[in-house]
DNA sequence: GCTTGACGCGCC
DNA sequence: AAAAGGCGCGTCAAGC
């Protein structure tokens, strides 16, 4: 069967004055209102010419088309997809979606990746401008201008395709399109009453903190009024250096007040004795967690739709070509309060179960394996527990799963330490992950027993270090020390699925002291920033990259039943009663190991229910 | 009234 | 020599 190219975009109606756009809602709200319309679309077939389709025959359009051997080719497409599965019930062979591409092939060396800015990268006739706000009948001249405006959206579409195809890997189609379909074609429900209630519980609990102290909510929630709130009751205010704002010097930052959970001082006064302190910062912490009160609420209205998508962007992350959470959807899933109604709202529909797979510490695996570091693979493959192997040595006796507090220091550890954090740092991540307050020497203790029993890692970021040079284009790539699953060429660096990890505008610039730093330049939020890149950071870009590759392989072979993906786990729905099998299916699929790194062993926690949340 | 920058939170 | 990193969203404050 000869598949044919829709390149499409549907013009629809929106109003700002009735904040009906789709900034004040997500793509499933904007879709299912009562005030949708589509005031037409442009499309092209392949190469052929650029047309325009008015509103009245958009139906009988759609039904005329083949979808059975069309893919469907859009701007951003989980929009297009929605509005084309929602409303006209036409399900295309395959997505494609240029937004999605984009971020693969040109990550972030550019400012964004709206068809505005593609096409100025790509040197095309610049995107027009059109305003039909609030417009929701047309006249024949704003038709006309819509139609001509649209045309163009639609030629730029299908050029930026064919331009972006050219470094976009062949392999990717298929999870690019089961990213797009998760969301074009939902399949999960909420519990509509659970999120609605857990909103109410929980602004109720934020209320009564602020009642019981007698002081005003904004009092907390300000930046600027808060460490005032302290001074006035005698508290002195710790302070830390702002990690972005700059004096004029343009090199020594602002001093800003250290009173966020991120911070060791501020912990101190939470957990401390004073009990006036303590209910200060805890009225401070509820002020500023808004998460779960506005998310359940908005998921709720949400679930009162229909059913629900599970919204990942492809190639979202910064780098490493992992998956970022959606906001297409109500919100990224991927900071959904653990154990909260916000997991355990999402179900299979009736008749249904779904089964969730978690990869068993996987960045950790990826660390061992890549090393050969002795001590990291014989813990992986005899079974033993890693944490507590840490930990007994760090705390010179042996400790087992039940100490519990001893294990959480253990794994901190092993989490935290593959990367190069250093022991100012680990205090800080230790405190606010466990809890636990280390001293100086213990912080040193820990990361120097890290490095000196899995002294491979270490090793690993130093021989990383010296292979910048080849991302600088100073070595032959052709020439590796060893055998490694990733490539290493001009200012980048190749996944085994050919996508690449950039560093753009790689550089050596003077640091800090008077050694010389590899630096690069990334867009974040439009704006040109400097970053550093040493063995460390290039190790975890690498791992997170790979780990990434194995959730997209797994992906594919559990297929169409996946209906959702975050950080290491799989989601997958399955018929009432094939849990079992499924499960099986699904740890079997997160266990295979790849052909780029054979003799790494995976291992995944499987899980049957009816929710995201099971147990 | 809107946008933008900065910060903090929750997830990994 | 040593260096852990990232995403999206809500809120406040400042600028226009």
Redesign the pocket.
């Known amino acids: 069967m000869n598949k044919q190219f829709l390149y499409l975009d549907f013009e629809t109606y929106y109003d ?1 004055k009735q904040s009906y756009t789709l900034r004040k809602q997500s793509i499933l709200e904007y879709v299912r209102s009562s005030q949708y319309k589509t005031l037409g679309l442009g499309y092209a077939l392949d190469d052929g010419k650029v047309d325009w389709v008015s509103q009245k025959y958009v139906h009988a359009f759609l039904t005329a088309i083949d979808w059975s051997r069309t893919v469907l080719v859009c701007q951003n497409t989980k929009f297009d997809g929605f509005i084309l599965h929602e409303i006209y019930k036409k399900i295309p062979a395959q997505y494609i979606d240029t937004l999605a591409m984009s971020r693969a092939v040109l990550g972030k060396t550019i400012k964004s990746h709206s068809l505005a800015t593609l096409a100025e990268h790509f040197g095309l006739e610049a995107k027009g401008f059109l305003n039909t706000d609030g417009k929701w009948d047309l006249t024949i001249d704003e038709e006309k201008a819509l139609a001509d405006y649209c045309r163009h959206d639609v030629e730029l579409c299908r050029t930026i395709y064919l331009r972006l195809a050219e470094d976009f890997p062949e392999s990717q189609y298929p999870l690019l399109d089961q990213t797009i379909r998760m969301f074009v074609e939902p399949k999960l429900k909420l519990n509509v009453p659970m999120l609605q209630n857990a909103s109410v519980e929980e602004a109720k609990r934020r209320a009564d903190i602020f009642k019981e102290i007698g002081i005003d909510k ?1 009092e907390f ?5 808060f460490p005032i709130l302290l001074q006035k009751y005698g508290y002195e205010v710790p302070m830390k250096e ?4 700059m004096q004029e010097d343009g090199i020594t930052p ?1 001093m ?7 911070d060791v001082d501020f912990l101190e006064m939470l957990e401390g004795q004073d009990e006036k302190l303590k209910m200060l910062c805890e009225a ?2 509820a002020a ?4 779960l009160e ?2 359940s609420a ?1 998921m709720a209205k949400i679930g009162s739709m229909g059913l629900w998508s599970f919204d990942v ?1 492809f190639s ?4 490493t070509h992992r998956f ?4 297409g959807a109500g ?2 899933p ?5 154990n909260s109604a916000l997991r355990t709202a999402v179900e299979a529909p009736d008749n249904y179960e779904l089964v969730v797979g978690d990869f068993s510490n996987i960045e950790m695996r990826l660390v061992a394996y890549l090393s050969k570091d002795p001590g990291l693979i014989e813990a992986i493959e005899t079974g033993k527990d890693i944490y507590c192997d840490f930990a007994s040595v760090f705390y010179g006796r042996t400790i087992t799963k039940e100490n519990k507090d001893e294990r959480r220091f253990g794994k901190t550890a092993i ?2 330490l593959g ?7 680990f205090i800080r ?1 230790v405190r606010t992950q466990t809890g636990q307050t280390l001293t100086e020497e213990d912080s040193r203790k820990a990361v120097d027993i890290y490095r000196t029993r899995y002294a491979q890692v270490p090793l690993l ?1 130093y021989r990383l ?1 010296g292979l910048i040079k080849i991302l600088f284009g100073e070595v032959n790539p052709a020439i590796m020390p060893w055998n490694f699953p990733v490539g290493f060429a001009k200012q980048m660096i190749l996944l085994p699925s050919g996508l690449p990890i950039r560093f753009p505008n790689l550089r050596q610039e003077q ?1 800090e ?1 008077k ?3 590899w630096v690069y330049d990334i867009y ?2 439009g ?1 040109l920033e400097k ?2 890149l ?4 290039m190790l ?1 870009n690498i791992c997170q990259g790979l780990a990434g590759e194995l959730c997209k392989t797994a992906m594919l072979a559990m297929g169409q039943d996946v209906v959702g993906q975050c ?2 786990e799989l989601l997958v729905l399955c018929r009432r009663g094939l849990g079992h099998m499924t499960a099986a299916k699904l740890k079997r699929a997160m266990s295979v190991s790849p052909s780029w790194l054979p003799e790494i062993k995976l291992d995944a926690e499987v899980k049957v229910g009816s929710n995201w949340g099971i147990k």
């Open positions: 700002s904004s929630s300000s930046n600027v009024k702002s990690p972005r704002k602002v800003i007040p250290a009173l966020a959970l991120g401070r912490v500023k967690s808004t998460l506005t998310r908005k962007e979202g992350a910064d780098q970022s959470g959606g906001s919100g990224n991927q900071n959904f309060t653990r989490l935290g990367y190069g954090m250093g022991w100012n740092k991540t970021w270090d640091g002291g050694y010389v730093e974040k939020k704006k970053s550093k040493y063995g460390g950071k975890e950080h290491d």
